[in-house]
């Protein structure tokens, strides 16, 4: 709807080429009839296949370095009591933001590289693919820590590191960090699981990380642009500094100029970086806010001013972008879906398996003791049910969407907008027929054109071709 109150229906059909495609051969159209270039789909699938392997190493590699640092993460700030305990903890935070980032770079590059390599046709398709590849690696980051503690620290956590402990590597990773001054005494560790870990985590995915986030995209550049300009100025010998002021009195266009030159030393917006926020920002809300419910009303707040520091980063901090016709948000709006139908999963998965979790819980399948049989039934069984659960969610799904579209899109205004202009390309098609044929090449186009491209192709049936006969006897 929104795309026909702005005039923006059947941008999409028309992409342009993506520079880098490269055809593996030209021939004729058996459509249109005009010369194409030519790159198979079973090729490009080819390809894609082809750089799975990669992708499954790269997760593979980001799930482990997670996973491994996750573990020192509880084992220093939850288990370690010895020396230097107050800055332990920031052991983690450290290889964190140093492992990740590193990670998170290669596969930008290995993906931009993928993508090329796929060798779209269309610019659309391209982004399409590689905000796919992106964005998914960076979804593993975002919610991966989010996942390890409700599915593994939770259910698992008393578990794996009693185990840990039992078998010696809590002992001599503490003499470690210690200089082999503590040592833990005892056949087991009086550890317990945090129950308001989960919620300390999305809380500071809400709140703490938004507010780093617009400090950066707004505050830090225009920080850093501010002392690179009085660097520059300092550096400037005297003698450039005379010439210059000596040129702004005869120029009357100096500071027009100099205007221009700050405006394109300015960062190229990129419209991922938004999209991917917002896309983010949905994710926690939906795959995460039974924990904490607050979460909706926490991106209510973010997004009142998200909005207002975006249009000022837009206009202070960014070249100006170039404007696009689009029809909608394209792939993003696959992504979304994507978090929708995941969240269904997500949510129904952790209701059943807390539940059953808690103290006083009357569930059935609640762990009688802390063996870890019982844990892995309740994993497996909640899976279950959340899969259940998002079957259930995608018939209701499809029975709304079909019961709106009947209701709310059939015979709108919009609807009836673009059948018309639908009607009217065909009336405008036979009248371009009409006027630049004879009857007699109007008959030859006819009988010979179909019948040489598709042999079970009906004349009889064909209403446009008879229309046009029509209309040219009655001229």
Known sequence: MLAVHWGMTGVSSVSQRHEGFRPRTTTRSAITGESEEVFEN?????????????????????????????????????????????????????????????????WRAAAQAMTDFENHATANKFRASLTFKIFGMQSVVTYGILALTAYIYIPFGEFLINQLYQKGYLTRLFSIVS????????????????????????????????????ASEVLLPMVIRYFDRLMKRFR?????????????????????????????????????????????????????S???????????????????SDAYKLVINMR????????????????????????????????????????????????????????????????????????????????????????????????????????MNRVALIKRFEHAASPRELETLSSSEPASYDPFWDLSSDTGISYIRNASKEA
């Open 179 to 214: 200089n082999g001054t503590y040592g833990h005494k005892g056949s087991t560790m009086n550890f317990r699981v945090s129950p308001n870990r989960l919620h300390a985590q999305l809380f500071a995915m809400c709140v703490t990380e938004q507010i780093t986030d617009t």
């Open 236 to 288: 400037r010998p005297a003698s450039v500094k005379a010439r210059r002021a000596e040129f702004a009195k005869t120029n009357p266009d100096q500071e027009f100029l100099e205007r221009v030159q700050n405006e394109f030393d300015l960062d190229v917006y990129d419209e991922f970086t938004d999209y991917a926020e917002m896309a983010t920002q949905l994710g926690v809300i939906v795959l995460w």
């Open 320 to 423: 100006r972008p170039f404007p696009r016709r689009v029809e909608s948000i394209g792939s993003w709006m696959s992504v979304l879906s994507i978090l929708v139908q995941l969240s269904v999963f997500t949510n129904a998965s952790m209701l059943f398996m807390f539940d059953a979790l808690k103290p006083n819980s009357k569930n059935p399948f609640r762990p009688r003791d802390a063996s870890i049989s019982h844990r892995i039934r309740l994993w497996i069984v909640s899976f279950t049910f959340a899969l259940m659960c998002n079957q259930l969610y995608s018939l209701i799904h499809s029975l709304i969407r079909h019961i709106i579209e009947r209701s709310m899109w059939a015979n709108c205004d919009e609807d009836i907008s673009i059948r018309r202009r639908l009607h």
């Open 42 to 106: 079973w090729r490009r699938d080819a390809r894609f296949f082809s750089c799975l392997p990669i992708t499954i190493l790269f997760i593979v590699l980001l799930l482990c370095t997670m996973s491994v640092l996750f573990l020192i993460e509880i084992v220093v700030t939850e288990v370690y009591d010895g020396p230097g305990k107050s800055f332990v903890p920031l052991i983690p935070t450290v290889l964190f933001s140093t492992c990740i980032p590193i990670i998170q770079s290669a």
């Open 290 to 308: 039974v924990l904490w419910p607050l979460a909706p009303v926490m991106g209510l707040v973010n997004n009142f001013f998200e909005l207002r």
